[in-house]
Structure formats: C-alpha cells, structure tokens
C-alpha cells in the first residue's frame, strides 16, 4: 500500500516493502525513507491532522491494524488501533479536535476504532447493517460527526455510516440521484383527502403508505412514526426533484413526531419523500376535502 500527505515541509509518501512500514521525504535533492515500523505496510491510508502533522493506518501480515503519526517533526509512534483486519486497506481520518477515526474490513463487517477516550484506541460496535460491509473510508467533519463509506456486497449498493455528537453510527443507503426537476404525478388521485390529520409510519427502510392527502388551502398535521433506528423525515416537493414545499425534521427512531406544514394551496398530484432514503416516497395529493372529520392522510 502507498500513500501521500502533504505538509508545510513538503510532501510525505508512506509505502510497504518486505513487510515493513516505510516513510521517505524530500532531503534537498534527494529523497530520504526511513523505517516506521518492521511490521505492516500492508492497506495504507494518511491523513494530514488540524496543525499539519502526518498520520498513517496500515495492517501487518498478521491482521493487526496499526496508526503512527508524527508531531512537529518528532519520531515516529506507533500504536495498536484493533485487529482481524482481512483485505482491503485500513482507512483514517483525524478531526478538529485532534482524535483519530480508523475504519477497516473484518471477516465480521466493518470495524471502527477512535481514541476520543484517551490515547489508546477503543472500538466502537457498527450496527448489524454493515455486516456485508467492504472497502470502508473514513471521514471526520466537524462538531463530532463521523462517516463511514462502504460498499454493501450483499445488494450491491454504496453507503455510508453517519455519527453525529453523541449518537450511534448508523448505516444508511446512499441517496439516489435526482433531476433537477420532474413532471407532477399525473393520472386520478391514488387517494383523497379525509381530514387534517395525517399519519405515516416507516420501519425497514419503507413508508407504510405510498399516498398522502391534504385539504386544499387548510392547515394541517402530519403525524411521522419512525419506527426503526434509522434516520427518516417526511418531505414535501411540487415534483420529484423539484421545488420544496415543506421539509421534515428529520428523526432517528423509535420516535414520533408531528409536523405542522404551512397550508398547500396548490391543487393536484403533489411528491413525497424521506430526504435521507429516497427510494422512500408516494404521491402527495392536495384537492378539496371529501368529507369532514380527522384521520389518516393516505387512501385505499
């Protein structure tokens, strides 16, 4: 494995060779390596820290994962971020605040490790979601939040872990792409209005309902039951991919919430979805009210 970190010195290339961990840099004219580490080499990855200093994660032939870093230009340390490390590479970031992010791939899953408690690095435990997890990358950005990018083997699909301050890692598909703006839903309503309050539910990454309605020009509610703990919200668009007419907190279960939209004056075949899954979405109608009375907001 090789990698390159560029700092106010000038550029430091990090590579493997017969089993050890080796680091060369610019001398004047010539170019100087020195040994790291006897052992790794393997699964490079570095990252340049807040005050410019290099850090390294790489794996030994025996499945360790290793960090070593240099501050202002000192020796190089050494230390032991975790273990089972299986193909792929080791990957690393470091935050604002100085604390390390290292992720890499396991016969298990995924496996992610951080020294936020100390100097010595603890693994934090990934939801069962990423167990078909390979080729993790780390990213660190700011006020505590964390990402993790992988490939899912099992359906194929990218997607990332997100750990916001003081929450879990949660493994979330990647958003699917969408125009700059469609067409509205054509055809007859798939539902009609019944009333003001609206109700919606969403477990295994699915709403429980494809259609929402709401009175024309009249205020109304929208109960959202998350029921899993994955982050969702319920959004409002004139179209797929078109303008917002009202976005949703959005909320990582089990947990409900009530949404309180402004009222929609325009009439028709209106779009919803959850911003953070988007293949989570239906028809969003607003027509005049088919009767009086409160109740959920999709049609059978």
């Known amino acids: 494995g090789t990698a390159v970190l560029v700092t106010p010195d000038g550029p430091v290339v990090a590579f493997g060779s017969d089993g050890e961990t080796l680091v ?4 004047g004219a010539r170019w ?3 040994t790291v580490d006897p052992d790794g080499g393997a699964g490079m990855s570095g990252a340049v820290d807040a005050d410019a200093n290099p850090h390294l994660a790489y794996l030994t032939a025996a499945g360790d994962v290793k960090h070593a870093h240099s501050i202002e230009g000192g020796p190089w340390e050494v230390s032991d971020v975790g273990s089972e490390a299986t193909d792929s590479r080791a990957s690393i970031a470091v935050d604002a605040e100085g604390v390390h992010h290292v992720a890499w791939q396991t016969d298990e899953g995924l496996a992610y490790a951080s020294n936020a408690e100390g ?4 693994e934090e435990e990934l939801p069962e979601s990423t167990a078909e997890g390979v080729r993790p990358r780390v990213a660190a950005g700011p006020d505590g939040t964390v990402y993790v990018a992988f490939r899912d083997e099992g359906d194929t699909e990218v997607q990332m872990a997100v750990r916001g301050e003081d929450a879990p890692l949660l493994a ?5 792409a ?3 703006g469609g067409a509205p839903p054509t055809g007859p309503p798939p539902c009609e209005p019944q ?6 539910a969403a477990n295994n990454l699915a709403f429980d309902t494809d259609c929402l309605a709401a009175p024309a020009g009249e205020p109304f509610t929208i109960e959202f039951d998350n029921q899993e703990a994955q982050p969702h919200n319920v959004a409002i668009y004139e179209a797929e991919g078109g303008a917002a007419l009202f976005q949703g907190e959005i909320i990582t279960g089990p947990l409900t919430t009530t949404y309180e939209p402004d009222p929609i004056d325009q009439e ?3 779009y919803f979805q959850c911003d953070v899954h988007t293949t989570m979405n239906g028809t969003f109608v607003v027509a005049a009210a088919a009767g009086d009375g409160g109740g959920g907001g999709g049609g059978e």
Do not use: D, M, Q
């Open 178 to 180: 969408t125009g700059a």
């Open 32 to 34: 100087v390596s020195e």
């Open 119 to 122: 100097e010595e690095f603890a």
């Open 24 to 27: 060369a840099a610019p001398r």
């Open 172 to 176: 979330v598909p990647s958003p699917e």
């Open 195 to 200: 009333g003001t309050e609206l109700s919606i």
């Open 268 to 270: 028709g075949n209106l």
